[in-house]
């Protein structure tokens, strides 16, 4: 790990003291989101706060962003993709806890004195905010630049059917 931030942090210890974590991490060492996206670039923005609320919840909040390629689902060339999430996380001590978070927090589930790796908090908060599906803009899209010249009205069939028919189309286009 560079750049300041530890590699083993302990939660609860970090919102017992108010603690911040503000670095980077580079992108190349999480194997789970580099099997998922097509490449990545650079370090993650890591900017944590830990806290106690009023209501003795231990909290973490804050922001993380990368820059990631995944495959267009539309011209299967690489788009990128600025991830930027808001870290909203509450340590629990089981599942029964967790399910009566609210909403918009997600539940981290710790015992006493359990360490985590910040990669793996990091690299899980990124893997939830790759969207579903990955697509360039309109204008920049290979496929869709393509079929604007051509045919305009079957735009969307052409999507929601199988990938290869439009590379098929692009293929003759080109000829
Ligand atoms: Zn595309």
Do not use: W
């Amino acid at each position: 790990m560079s750049n300041g931030l530890p590699q083993i942090i302990d939660p609860l210890s970090l919102c017992k003291r108010g603690g911040e974590l503000v670095g980077e991490i580079p992108l190349d060492s999480m194997e789970r989101l580099k099997a998922t996206v097509v490449n990545v670039v650079g370090g993650a923005s890591v900017e944590l706060k830990f806290s106690i609320s009023g209501r003795a919840e231990k909290l973490i909040t804050g922001q993380i962003g990368a820059v990631v390629f995944a495959e267009c689902q539309r011209c299967l060339q690489p788009v990128e993709l600025k991830l930027n999430c808001n870290v909203n996380l509450q340590l629990v001590k089981d599942e029964a806890a967790a399910a009566e978070l609210v909403s918009e927090r997600e539940p981290l589930l710790f015992q006493i004195d359990s360490e985590y790796q910040l990669l793996e908090i990091v690299e899980d908060e990124l893997l939830l905010s790759l969207p579903i599906v990955a697509l360039h803009d309109k204008e920049v899209c290979q496929i869709s630049a393509n079929k604007l010249e051509s045919s305009s009205e079957q735009t969307d069939s052409i999507d929601k059917s199988n990938p290869f028919s439009s590379l098929s189309s692009l293929k003759k286009t080109k000829e």
